[in-house]
């Protein structure tokens, strides 16, 4: 029996893996599950692009596909439809939203789409209005939570990618829809959530616990608006004097009455008021940057069937939300913003929220 050689076995071996590597590597790069290298022919999506992997996909979307306008934000963007907004504006749009990012997140997202798209001419975004009272650097997640390999230009790193036992399995679900292109998926589908929840009264209060009320109304303190003025700076105002020819629309994330409630009975009111009061002052001024609220829309807000929980509202919301804007209903100016404040002081300070807890 021939002896086989130890020095050949190991040279056997270390080619055979490094074919493996080669071919696993190759594999992910022409499939390309996070659209790392390119976007998918005609605004298509991978079936397996959702919600649970926005911050995967979204860079690569806005690096490669084609379009000159995007709807971005949280999960409060997520029920967009981007037919219904191209529709109306008559423009070729993506969606990239990211579930729970602060105001810092969102614009890094769009300072590499003004970098590698310069035919943007409109950006519609959602600005939480829970996330006012951020700092200019909050992130909401720990920094490993962010696949930060996929964001830059740096070849090297490039190997998390391209040799990652779950992005091959999902490499693998998506060669499958190349050789079928009828699975694909639109931007209207990308994250969209409205069919897997349940709307409606009972849902928003089963999810909410519901605190003692206050015994003292908090006020906006020196310190947080500082926090106002800086983030909204360096994260929504800045990048809109940076490039005068892209309309920005900036809309507060219209949520429901019991969201108010919570402010209520935590005694957050009228500093919530307040800090949205400075923030509008901030806000108007710039010819590029268009403010909407819809905090006025009484019927909407008030409509338990609207909502999941006290801030999600379903993509009818989103739907009329596009309408709302297209009509420039709901846009707060300079010389309507004290206005809309007073109403919306006189409503919400003076809301029968007992009864929203009631059974009948």
Not at 108 to 124: D, F
Not at 171 to 199: G, P
Not at 244 to 263: A, E, N
Request: net charge negative.
């Amino acid at each position: 029996m021939r002896e086989i050689c130890p020095r050949k076995a190991f040279v056997s071996v270390c080619f055979l893996t490094l074919l493996m590597l080669f071919f696993i590597g190759a594999f992910i790069y022409i499939v390309d599950p996070f659209y790392h290298y390119r976007g998918l022919n005609g605004g298509k999506l991978y079936p397996t692009t959702n919600g649970s992997n926005e911050r995967y996909v979204n860079d690569g979307i806005i690096k490669h596909y084609d379009y000159n306008a995007m709807i971005i934000g949280t999960s409060m963007t997520e029920n967009f439809k981007t037919s219904e907004f191209d529709s109306l504006f008559h423009l070729n749009s993506i969606k990239v939203p990211a579930a729970g990012a602060s105001y810092k997140e969102i614009n890094e997202r769009l300072e590499t789409a003004v970098k590698y798209n310069g035919n943007i001419k409109m950006i519609l975004r959602c600005l939480d209005y829970d996330r006012l009272l951020d700092g200019p650097d909050d992130m909401h997640y720990d920094e490993s939570y962010y696949p930060t390999y996929l964001y830059n230009d740096f070849l090297l790193d490039d190997v998390k990618y391209l040799w990652n036992k779950k992005i091959a399995g999902k490499a693998l679900l998506d060669f499958k829809t190349l050789l079928n292109q009828d699975k694909w998926i639109s931007f209207d589908d990308y994250a969209n959530w409205q069919n897997e929840v349940t709307f409606g009264k009972e849902a928003i209060v089963s999810s909410y616990e519901r605190t003692e009320q206050a015994k003292d109304e908090k006020d906006l303190t020196t310190q947080e608006r500082n926090n106002i003025r800086e983030n909204l700076y360096q994260n929504v105002i800045q990048i809109a004097e940076e490039n005068s020819g892209i309309d920005f629309f900036y809309f507060f994330s219209p949520y429901s009455i019991y969201y108010w409630d919570s402010l209520n009975q935590s005694g957050e009111l009228t500093r919530q008021l307040e800090a949205e009061k400075y923030a509008i002052e901030l806000l108007l001024g710039y010819d590029n940057i268009h403010l909407y609220s819809f905090f006025d829309e009484y019927e909407v807000i008030s409509n338990s069937n609207n909502y999941k929980d006290i801030q999600h509202y379903s993509e009818d919301i989103n739907s009329q939300i596009l309408v709302w804007i297209k009509d420039g209903h709901d846009e707060i100016t300079v010389d309507n913003y004290k206005e809309y404040l007073d109403r919306e002081k006189e409503f919400y300070c003076n809301y029968d929220y007992e009864k929203l807890f009631s059974d009948s």
